[in-house]
């Protein structure tokens, strides 16, 4: 018994030390493809160790795996919930990851995007739903985005000037908003 007790201690405390070695993310580094629920990290924000995730070429981010169907609120509703905290923000790092080609970015509370987003060139689809931009305040970093193809941002504040705007920067961009 003496013996198990030993060994299980032993196998604990090396887990419990291989774990602090791996970093946040260290599980995504090498893949191409990431999803990042921030509620099986127990976070409410996106951490600046998303700035590891170099080779990754399509990323979605949201608090939770919440499975299955999701009501979303009357566009009444929706445009209250955008003036309402918390608000939150993504790191600086996120504007580094230059091989993405899709990024999701949904349900994040988000009040801005990054000043170096416009460094995501290779950016083809970009999905903002559900957060509480405000897109006139974010137009000059959307429309560095030239090969953006596709945007959502139903559940933002976004009118028919900002979409209009969008469209002459970019004529090919489809736009989802309302």
Known sequence: MRLLLITLTVLVISCTTRDKENGLFDNLVDKETAVVYLGQYNLDSVPSE???LKKVMSLYITKDSTGGWAIYPSSSELEQMTEVPPFRQLPKELGELTN???LGLVGLDLKELPDNFGQLQN???LNLMMNKLTISEEIGKLKELKNLKYL???GNKV???DV???KKA???LVIAFD
């Open 50 to 52: 998303i700035g590891k």
């Open 100 to 102: 993405l080609q899709n």
């Open 123 to 125: 950016l083809d689809s």
């Open 152 to 154: 959502a941002l139903f």
């Open 159 to 161: 009118d028919s000037t």
């Open 164 to 166: 209009s705007e969008l």
């Open 170 to 172: 970019n004529p090919n």
